[in-house]
């Protein structure tokens, strides 16, 4: 995939669409750089809300070309390591209002809670988005 890449000359974004046609592949994995809230967890935070939205809108640029390159009846599985709902819950919203036509949510089964309210998705939706929390101590 890399050898195949190239730098956007627009926004410095891997573009990998330039070497792929579109369809290309039946799963895609994407974890699109993020605010990384959930992999630094800090008593306190000083990042403004303005810098989080930024991220979530260059998350949105990985998934556009996410779903231009996944083959019909493909698979996408997004992740992010931030807690941060404008990456996660409004960006699934993101996919299902600019993509609903070719993109829906599947059901998901297993641990986790299900996404937060007030981002764009609707409660049946935000049952197919998980939250994990460890509920153990490892000490």
Avoid at 22 to 36: E, G, Q, T, V, Y
Avoid at 59 to 75: N, R
Avoid at 102 to 109: A, I, N
Wanted: charged share 20%; aromatic share 10%; proline share 6%.
């Amino acid at each position: 995939v890399l050898h195949n890449a190239r730098m956007s000359n627009f926004d410095n974004v891997l573009d990998v669409s330039s070497g792929f046609p579109a369809s290309s592949f039946d799963r895609i994995m994407l974890d699109p750089p993020c605010s990384a809230l959930g992999l630094r967890p800090k008593l306190r935070i000083s990042v403004k809300e303005k810098e989080l939205t930024k991220h979530a809108e260059y998350q949105q640029k990985f998934i556009s070309q996410a779903v231009e390159l996944l083959k019909p009846g493909g698979v996408m599985t997004y992740s992010t390591c931030t807690f941060n709902a404008f990456e996660n819950e409004a960006n699934v919203a993101f996919i299902l209002r600019e993509f609903g036509h070719c993109m829906e949510l599947l059901p998901l089964e297993g641990p986790g809670q299900k996404g937060l309210p007030g981002h764009g998705l609707s409660d049946e939706q935000r049952s197919f988005v998980r939250r994990l929390t460890r509920n153990w101590t490892v000490w």
